[in-house]
């Protein structure tokens, strides 16, 4: 089962994403994050993978969605608590990666 938490503060969304990110996960990412994106012209968003235990590759392709959305706002996307199994599937996807949400905003804040 897929969840995701999502918070917006200081002008940064941040996505808590939990549990399997696979083709069910990745709709609700295409169809419900991305629009909220788009609409609002949110520049920013960290994802936090701590408690997300596996990605395919529907999950890893619209995760690369978000990112090309966050770009059409001109904005940066950061992940964070990426765990070494999950690293592996988004290495290719060339995203920035931080430690933690709070060293992510400190990028960002720069």
């Not at 808590?16 to 083709?23: Q, T």
């Not at 590759?57 to 001109?74: F, M, P, Q, W, Y």
């Not at 592996?88 to 400190?106: C, F, G, P, V, Y």
């Amino acid at each position: 089962m897929f969840n995701m938490d999502l918070e917006y503060n200081k002008g940064i969304l941040f996505a808590r994403l939990s549990g399997n990110l696979n083709r069910k996960g990745s709709y609700k990412l295409n169809n419900y994050l991305i629009p909220v994106i788009l609409k609002h012209k949110i520049k920013y968003l960290v994802y936090n993978l701590f408690e997300l235990d596996s990605i395919d590759d529907s999950g890893v392709e619209a995760i690369l969605n978000t990112k090309c959305a966050i770009r059409t706002n001109k904005g940066k996307i950061y992940l964070c608590e990426v765990s070494k199994e999950i690293n592996k599937n988004l290495k290719r996807l060339r995203i920035k990666e931080t430690d933690n949400e709070l060293s992510a905003l400190q990028l960002i804040e720069v």
